[in-house]
T-cell receptor, first 112, second 114 residues
Framework: EDKVVQSPLSLVVHEGDTVTLNCSYE??????LLWYKQEKKAPTFLFML????IEKKSGRLSSILDKKELSSILNITATQTGDSAIYLC????????????FGKGTKLTVNP | NAGVMQNPRHLVRRRGQEARLRCSPM?????VYWYRQLPEEGLKFMVY????????ESGMPKERFSAEFPKEGPSILRIQQVVRGDSAAYFC????????????FGEGSWLTVV
């Protein structure tokens, strides 16, 4: 069964810090890895990664995939209190059904 | 992702009652997924449906849970004879159409069984 592990499980930083969140996966027939941000409600799509070594960027957030290491990182620079959320990593490889296998998430708290 | 509509947002049921959760996918989407999130846990896949068809129900508990996505109307996740362990957030997601394979989530239905 495919497995997605995120670390750390929780992280507390101060505004302005840079954080790196990790995601490792054990899957067969890898196709894609996705990052979501979850505040108190719906997970919000951030990135989909399919190719190794190509960074995807959106404002202060960026993410990259390393297929050799079976891992991905999500970077957030100059963190703000609004970045406080649970960041979910998911493997989108499960056969043809497009279902996602999620890690448990990293809970990020950004203090003022 | 605001386009995936779920209701009710919050539902309280006594043990033994039935819970019905509804999901209208984003406009133009024909694929619907249901996920469950238990406290302190990640989201777990339950079922994947297209109109009038269950494609993958490998994550559904064997008993008491069922899902449908009729030709007309929303997708429904039905939980019969609820137990305390069913208390969770149930998220619907949809994909397809112009958004390609990106999966968008609704805001969830929070079921509490008392």
């Amino acid at each position: 069964e495919d497995k997605v592990v995120q670390s750390p499980l929780s992280l507390v930083v101060h505004e302005g810090d840079t954080v790196t969140l990790n995601c490792s996966y054990e899957v067969t027939n890898f196709r894609s890895l996705l990052w979501y941000k979850q505040e108190k409600k719906a997970p919000t799509f951030l990135f989909m990664l399919t190719s190794s070594g190509i960074e995807k960027k959106s404002g202060r957030l960026s993410s990259i995939l390393d297929k050799k290491e079976l891992s991905s990182i999500l970077n957030i620079t100059a963190t703000q209190t609004g970045d406080s959320a649970i960041y979910l990593c998911a493997d989108g490889t499960q056969g043809g059904s497009e279902k996602l296998v999620f890690g448990k998430g990293t809970k990020l708290t950004v203090n003022p | 992702n605001a386009g995936v509509m779920q209701n009710p947002r919050h539902l309280v049921r006594r043990r033994g009652q039935e819970a019905r959760l509804r999901c209208s996918p984003m406009k133009g989407h024909s694929h619907v997924y249901w996920y469950r999130q238990l406290p302190e846990e990640g989201l777990k896949f339950m079922v994947y449906l297209q109109k009038e068809n269950i494609i993958d129900e490998s994550g559904m508990p064997k008993e008491r849970f069922s899902a449908e996505f009729p030709k007309e109307g929303p997708s429904i996740l039905r939980i019969q004879q609820v137990v305390r362990g069913d208390s969770a957030a149930y998220f619907c997601a949809s994909t397809g159409g112009k958004t390609g394979n990106t999966i968008y989530f609704g805001e969830g239905s929070w079921l509490t069984v008392v």
